[in-house]
């Protein structure tokens, strides 16, 4: 099992803020084409993705704090990593 090291999380992080923004832009973008009832949507989706956004910060910092406190409960495995995200999936 490998671990990842301050720099590889900061990249990651980088790497899915960046995704999840392309993400939200297009979420939003996509409600605005629906005419009158895109007003609603997206309001919606911008709701959506200010929850997601706060999570997906929060998540982050966790990291950064778990990384910079060392110990056992400092290290961030792939497996976890990858498990957050598959559980993040399955709430959409």
């Known amino acids: 099992m490998s671990t990842e090291t301050p ?9 899915e803020l ?3 923004e ?12 629906r005419g009158k009832k895109g007003k609603g ?11 997601l956004e706060r ?4 998540r982050h910092k966790m990291e950064i704090e778990q ?5 056992e409960e400092g290290t961030v495995s792939e497996k976890d ?3 957050d ?3 993040k999936s399955k709430e959409e």
């Not at 720099?7 to 790497?15: F, L, P």
């Not at 309001?43 to 993705?49: G, I, M, P, Q, T």
């Not at 999570?55 to 929060?58: A, I």
């Open 55 to 58: 999570d997906l910060k929060e």
């Open 81 to 83: 990593v990858a498990g």
């Open 18 to 20: 960046k995704s999840f």
């Open 41 to 51: 949507a997206v309001k919606e989706a911008e709701f959506k993705y200010e929850g």
């Open 85 to 87: 995200k598959l559980d």
């Open 22 to 33: 392309g993400e939200k832009r297009a979420a939003i973008k996509n409600a605005k084409s």
């Open 67 to 71: 990384i910079t406190s060392g110990g």
């Open 7 to 15: 720099e590889d999380i900061s990249a990651r992080h980088k790497k």
